[in-house]
């Protein structure tokens, strides 16, 4: 074919070998899939690792932790790769409680996270000598001794030990916790000391506080504290020693020589309330009952004022038991009595004597006369008869509503409200006692002797102590104080801190106020004497304080509250258990609420409706300090004498709980101001 010619190519017809075969795929192989694969994880890994942040979790714990974080999360050494959001975490150690929370990721490239564990309870045993202690943790009571494994919180704790007779014990300890168990051996201090006793003659019983606790010679175990202890022996006097012991220091008392036992006399007479003197010396009023020294010859005299002088001579054997009854012969005088109107009924000493005017030959004491009369009040007299000498009395009766004109209310209210309450001893059944305590009174002090008095003239006798509020209407700057952060000053606590002076310088600042006589005399502010005719508020005197304290009906009480000690019940505000830091003696096991002085009138008043003569706080009294003469002689409405350096205070106090302090015999004197005295006021009816 030349170059010049163009040839045309022509298809050829195709003809397949296998018509009914179809056209073949192409595979790819498998190399390249794997090739991708690792392509797209390399792309992913490089997405989260060019997105994660980086995240350190540590804990904080004594044993190696495991933490554990739930999520697409990738662990790099100490560190997690994470992308961003909220993931559970999870850290678990030895000995602590896990922890499980969600942990937040925020955008930063590099995180920290501190988890704190809490370690668990410690296991703590707890051993004392002696056992049977309470044991206490933080204040909380877990048990008493021996105790094993108690759960303890870790940390630092304070354990208290209580066990009765042993000092408690309180030490700080540090609970290491984790579960590991701790064991503390502890031993307890006795609260006690040793006290040997021993008596001649041996054999006598020994009480403590009145409970028996051997028989000498013995060492006996007293606790802490001031505590009385006593030797009893058939035949002997009892001995009795007051003891203040401190735990651990033995106190050794020697050998106690026991007296023999006096005879013991009960002395009555007909009629009653006779001095009774022994031997010369003024010894009481009957009935009373008399220690006499053994084999020895006694003169027993008894007198009484209108009756003739009785003696005998007794002699008694060592602990014999002995009673008497004596009978006084009376000495007459004759009173001739006038009653208008004429027809009324007139009696002596309750009993009926006839009707209208009448002499009577009557014995030479006190008479009680009463004239009545239908239509009429019924009016009372009094009269001691004198053998050789007629007296005269006469006796008006008058309408009801002329006697109440002339009859003494039975209360006064002072300017400043304060109650009183009329005392009129003529219309006692005994206006004439004595005053003091016997030889043989417990905690009798020396100040106390014996002498008989007797009152007539009535009075009026507050009902309440002066309170600080009503003192500062007088004197508007005074402060009564504060003893260890508690307040003496408050508005119903009686006024404390004040002297005598002052006292009676109220007493004056009152009278001129209502207008009445001022009843003591000044002189340039200072109390120099008084009035005993003047009306005028003053102070209680002392033989007017026994009186209302002490007289119920026929006898003479011992203690505000009766004849037991100690009181069985609350009754006055005295040293009790709550006083102890404040007072340092206390009568052990009693409470009344209150550490100082409560508000006046917070315990139950006597049967003449006056309250706190025996606690709350002393009061300063009329009279000037002296110690009386023991004799026979009977005083009438003693006032003391006009002026002296010291006054008698009288009545136990919120500071004073020991048995010699709380009878209402007991006597103090002072004349400047102490935060437990104060005083409450009085005046003469007529």
Not at 196 to 215: C, K, N
Not at 222 to 232: C, V, W
Not at 315 to 338: C, F, N, Q, Y
Not at 562 to 577: L, R, S
């Amino acid at each position: 074919m030349s170059n010049g010619e163009r040839q045309s190519i022509q298809p050829a017809a195709f003809e397949p070998l296998n018509p009914q075969a179809a056209p073949a795929k192409t595979r790819i192989p498998l190399s390249r899939w794997l090739l991708f694969v690792l392509v797209a994880v390399f792309l992913v890994a490089l997405w989260f690792l060019l997105t994660a942040r980086s995240l350190e979790v540590t804990a904080v714990a004594e044993e190696e932790a495991s933490i554990t974080l739930s999520g697409f999360v990738l662990p790099f050494g100490d560190r997690f790769l994470l992308r961003s959001g909220t993931y559970p975490l999870r850290v678990t150690a030895p000995g602590y409680h896990p922890y499980e929370g969600d942990i937040e990721v925020t955008g930063d490239a590099t995180q920290r996270q501190e988890v704190i564990l809490q370690p668990l309870p410690g296991r703590l045993a707890v051993a004392t000598t002696p056992e049977a202690a309470t044991l206490s943790v933080d204040g909380e009571v877990l048990g008493v001794t021996p105790l094993s494994d108690l759960p303890v919180e870790a940390g630092s704790r304070v354990l208290r030990l209580e066990l009765p007779r042993y000092l408690p014990r309180e030490q700080t300890i540090e609970v290491t916790g984790r579960d590991i168990q701790q064991r503390l051996d502890l031993s307890l201090d006795p609260a006690w000391a040793e006290v040997t006793v021993s008596s001649a003659p041996a054999g006598a019983a020994i009480l403590v506080d009145g409970v028996p606790v051997g028989a000498s010679p013995a060492i006996v175990e007293i606790l802490q504290g001031e505590h009385e202890l006593t030797l009893e022996l058939p035949g002997f006097a009892s001995e009795l020693r007051t003891l203040s012991i401190e735990p651990g220091i033995a106190v050794d008392l020697g050998s106690v020589v026991l007296t023999p036992a006096t005879g013991v006399l009960s002395l009555s007479s007909t009629p009653s309330g006779a001095n009774v003197s022994v031997d010369g010396e003024f010894a009481g009023q009957t009935p009373l009952e008399l220690e006499l020294a053994p084999n020895k010859d006694h003169r027993i005299s008894l007198s009484r004022a209108g009756y003739r002088r009785a003696s005998e001579t007794l002699r008694m054997e060592a602990g014999a038991s002995l009673e008497r009854t004596l009978t006084l012969k009376p000495l007459l005088g004759d009173v001739l009595v006038k009653v208008s109107p004429a027809d009324a009924e007139l009696l002596v000493n309750g009993k009926p004597v006839g009707r209208g005017s009448q002499t009577l030959a009557l014995p030479a004491v006190l008479q009680r006369l009463e004239a009545r009369l239908e239509g009429y009040e019924s009016a009372k007299r009094s009269v001691t008869p004198r053998p050789g000498l007629e007296q005269l009395v006469e006796i008006q009766l008058l309408t009801p509503q002329a006697a109440r004109k002339a009859r003494l209310t039975p209360t006064i209210t002072t300017a400043l409200g304060q109650t009183l309450t009329l005392m009129n001893p003529l219309d006692s059944p005994r206006n004439e006692f004595s005053m003091g305590a016997s030889r043989r009174d417990p905690g009798r002090r020396a100040n106390e002797v014996l002498h008989p008095v007797r009152l007539e003239r009535p009075f009026y006798f507050q009902n309440q102590e002066v309170t600080n509020a009503q003192f500062r209407q007088f004197q508007a700057s005074h402060n009564s104080g504060q003893i260890e952060g508690n307040s003496l000053n408050r508005e119903h606590q009686p006024v404390a801190q004040i002297s005598w002076q002052q006292a009676a310088s109220f007493c004056n600042w009152l009278s001129r106020r209502e207008g009445l006589t001022p009843f003591y005399q000044e002189q340039q502010g200072i109390i120099i004497g008084f009035d005993p005719s003047a009306l005028g508020y003053r102070l209680p005197t002392e033989a007017e304080w026994a009186w209302v304290a002490r007289i119920q009906g026929e006898t003479l009480q011992r203690f505000t509250w009766g004849d037991d000690f100690p009181p069985k019940d609350v009754a006055e505000n005295i040293a009790d258990n709550s006083s102890a830091y404040v007072t340092g003696r206390v009568l052990n096991g009693y409470n009344d609420g209150y550490v100082v002085s409560a508000p006046v009138g917070s315990f139950k008043a006597n049967e003449r409706g006056i309250f706190d003569l025996g606690g709350n706080v002393s009061e300063w009294i009329h009279d000037v300090y002296i110690i009386p003469a023991s004799s026979g002689v009977v005083t009438t409405d003693p006032l003391g004498a006009q002026r002296g350096d010291n006054y008698v205070i009288r009545g136990a106090s919120w500071a004073l709980g020991r048995l010699p302090e709380l009878r209402l015999s007991y006597r103090d004197y002072g004349q400047a101001g102490r935060d437990d005295v104060g005083f409450r006021i009085a005046r003469y009816a007529e």
